[in-house]
């Protein structure tokens, strides 16, 4: 048994649903199990652009088995959107998808909250989160007395408790907003809209803990597909301006209900330089004309949102950081055709916090914002890289870049990417 995770190691986008369509062939089910419909991953197979929120990235494959698990938080509506979508260009969605009963469904208060406490944090900046209700549907799982599972869809209570919850949401909103206009909610006809996406759902919905642990047991081959990425995780990552799941390695198993044990092996993944979408400190930083360079050459706009992404050098701190805390073996170095054109190319290799050199990622977000990153400079390589697909057949100052950032994370780099499609990828 295999069991391959795929951990982005940056603040997601690294292009983790590439590397998982490009994998999933030498697998046999490929799993989502945190986050939700604020992950965008993108798919390039030749003409065709796929772009995949909920739905893990293995959908394209035939013969392999798609399994969203009790970690993810699920909006119904956008997740048969996605099938509908992707049913429309001949995908045969429902052939090979599952999702767990165990999944907490969002609901239009999870949304509503999502936007009113994003626009009033409490300490003054806002997170920018995606608005996809995701915190709101993960506070009222940990809180329990809300929430409502997809499994609960399926139950004669369902329309009662729906009512009730749908009426406490309604006062505590207004409590949150205190808006002259509250926002309310109409259980019954909010009965009526998810009693139709269950009905839509029913054939896909089944127990995926018993199905993946029936899986691992008979030998099949599993890829984790994480969603974000570790520097976005609720525990380890640079609080609060993070997501509210495990988005770094420590997530999979809480996620899917599959034991570490049963894990063979940590890839993960990187861009060759850093991005951030939504609010917080970002060391590496360039908020100037390379950034807008690095930007524009990568088409750095959200995949979800669509909001431009904050662009900067590679901080091999942050990803050494990430890549012990999520038990990496090897690394893939994305989007490396980015840089291309640049005449020099930094590394992030410390900070400097008032005045101390810092090796060590810090816990705190105030210490990271204070952060002066220590940056070495590399000759850039002036040169395509699109057609490359052989480690050996890139230019010797690309060569030198990827030896750099494998020997100051500490991880032998497995897999390149140099551009979009399934084919750009340099694999030995
Ligand atoms: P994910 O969320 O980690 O799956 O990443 P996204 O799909 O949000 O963002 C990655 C973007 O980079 C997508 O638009 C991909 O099509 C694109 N991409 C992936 N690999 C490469 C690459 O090697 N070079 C370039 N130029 N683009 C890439
Ligand atoms: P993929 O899987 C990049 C960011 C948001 C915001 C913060 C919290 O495509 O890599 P949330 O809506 O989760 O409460 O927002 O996390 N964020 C992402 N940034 N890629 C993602 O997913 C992200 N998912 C959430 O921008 O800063
Ligand atoms: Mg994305």
């Known amino acids: 048994m295999a069991g391959t995770c795929i951990i982005g190691l940056q603040w997601g986008d690294e292009a983790k649903g590439k590397l998982v369509d490009l994998l999933a062939k030498e697998h046999d089910v490929v799993v989502r199990y945190q986050g939700g419909a604020n992950a965008g991953h993108t798919v390039v197979i030749g003409d065709e652009k796929y772009k995949l929120s909920l739905i893990p990235s293995?959908?394209?494959?035939?013969?392999?088995?798609?399994?969203?698990?009790?970690?993810?938080?699920?909006?119904?509506?956008?997740?048969?959107?996605?099938?509908?979508?992707?049913?429309?260009?001949?995908?045969?969605?429902?052939?090979?998808?599952l999702i767990s009963d165990r999944t907490h469904v969002i609901f239009p208060w999870h949304m509503?909250?999502?936007?009113?406490?994003?626009?009033?944090?409490?300490?003054?900046?806002?997170?920018?989160?995606?608005?996809?209700?995701?915190?709101?549907?993960?506070?009222?799982?940990?809180?329990?007395?809300?929430?409502?599972?997809?499994?609960d869809l399926y139950r004669d209570d369902f329309r009662q408790r729906i009512e009730s919850i749908a009426d406490v949401k309604t006062r505590t909103l207004a409590g949150l907003n205190g808006r002259a206009d509250p926002i309310t909610f109409d259980g019954a006809a909010i009965h009526q809209e998810y009693q139709a996406y269950a009905a839509r759902l029913k054939p896909l919905v089944c127990d995926t803990t018993a199905y993946l642990l029936d899986a691992v047991e008979d030998d099949k081959r599993i890829l984790f597909e994480g969603a974000q990425g570790a520097l976005l995780d609720i525990d380890h990552g640079?609080?609060?301006?993070?997501?509210?799941?495990?988005?770094?390695?420590?997530?999979?198993?809480?996620?899917?209900?599959?034991?570490?044990r049963w894990i063979t092996k940590v890839l993960g993944v990187a861009k060759a330089y850093s991005t951030r979408v939504g609010g917080g400190p970002f060391p590496t930083e360039l908020d100037n004309e390379i950034g807008q360079h690095i930007r524009d050459l990568g088409n750095e706009y959200g995949t979800v949102t669509n909001r431009p992404r904050r662009c900067g050098w590679f901080d091999a701190l942050a990803v050494?950081?990430?890549?012990?805390?999520?038990?990496?073996?090897?690394?893939?170095v994305m989007l490396l055709d980015v840089l291309s054109e640049l005449p020099q190319i930094k590394i992030c290799t410390a900070y400097e916090i008032d005045g101390k050199r810092v090796t060590n990622f810090p816990s705190h977000v105030d210490d990271l914002r204070k952060a002066v990153p220590v940056l070495e400079t590399l000759p850039g390589w002036q040169q395509d890289i699109t057609g490359v697909r052989r480690m050996k057949d890139l230019p010797t100052g690309a060569r030198a870049y990827l030896d750099r950032l494998s020997e100051l994370v500490g991880r032998p780099i497995e897999i390149v990417s140099v551009g979009p499609d399934r084919e750009q990828t340099i694999l030995e």
Not at 238 to 248: G, K, L, M, Q
């Open 58 to 97: 293995g959908i394209l494959t035939p013969g392999v088995k798609s399994v969203v698990t009790g970690g993810v938080v699920l909006d119904p509506k956008t997740i048969l959107e996605e099938i509908d979508g992707l049913t429309s260009r001949a995908v045969a969605v429902e052939e090979r998808l």
């Open 238 to 260: 640079t609080f609060p301006f993070v997501t509210s799941s495990n988005s770094s390695g420590v997530g999979v198993s809480g996620g899917s209900g599959v034991p570490g």
């Open 112 to 151: 509503a909250e999502d936007a009113v406490m994003d626009a009033n944090p409490a300490g003054g900046e806002s997170i920018g989160t995606t608005q996809r209700g995701i915190g709101p549907c993960y506070q009222d799982k940990v809180g329990r007395s809300y929430a409502i599972r997809l499994g």
């Open 320 to 332: 050494r950081y990430t890549a012990r805390l999520s038990g990496v073996d090897a690394l893939a």
